[in-house]
Nanobody, 116 residues
Framework: QVQLVESGGGLVQAGGSLRLSCAAS????????MGWYRQAPGKQRELVAT???????SYADSVKGRFTISRDSAKNTVYLQMNSLKPEDTAVYYC??????????WGQGTQVTVSS
């Protein structure tokens, strides 16, 4: 069992920045992939950014150039640096760990609200 705890959400004005953190109970260096997803009210959960065990990063088109996913394996923590935030970025952000086939874990989510 892997536990994920997100933090760093909050209220920010448009154009501002936030950094989300996801602390894992296991060694993320051995995980296949970790990622950030978000879910806005009335919408489906969507992928924001992922990082593989080998360090390959991918992003949703809507956040490219504004968000950066990174990790600190020594701290077993994945980060999402969010810059130039827009009101449409408002959502609950979830951390996901894809440890291996059949072993996927989610965090409890952290609210990000961007005011215009």
């Amino acid at each position: 069992q892997v536990q994920l705890v997100e933090s760093g959400g909050g209220l920010v004005q448009a154009g501002g920045s936030l950094r989300l953190s996801c602390a894992a109970s296991g060694s993320i260096a051995s995980f296949n992939q970790m990622g950030w997803y978000r879910q806005a009210p009335g919408k489906q959960r969507e992928l924001v950014a992922t990082i593989t065990g080998g360090g390959f990063r991918s992003y949703a088109d809507s956040v490219k150039g504004r968000f950066t996913i990174s990790r600190d394996s020594a701290k077993n923590t994945v980060y999402l640096q969010m810059n130039s935030l827009k009101p449409e970025d408002t959502a609950v952000y979830y951390c996901k760990a894809y440890v291996a086939i059949g072993r996927i874990y989610w965090g409890q989510g952290t609210q990000v609200t961007v005011s215009s």
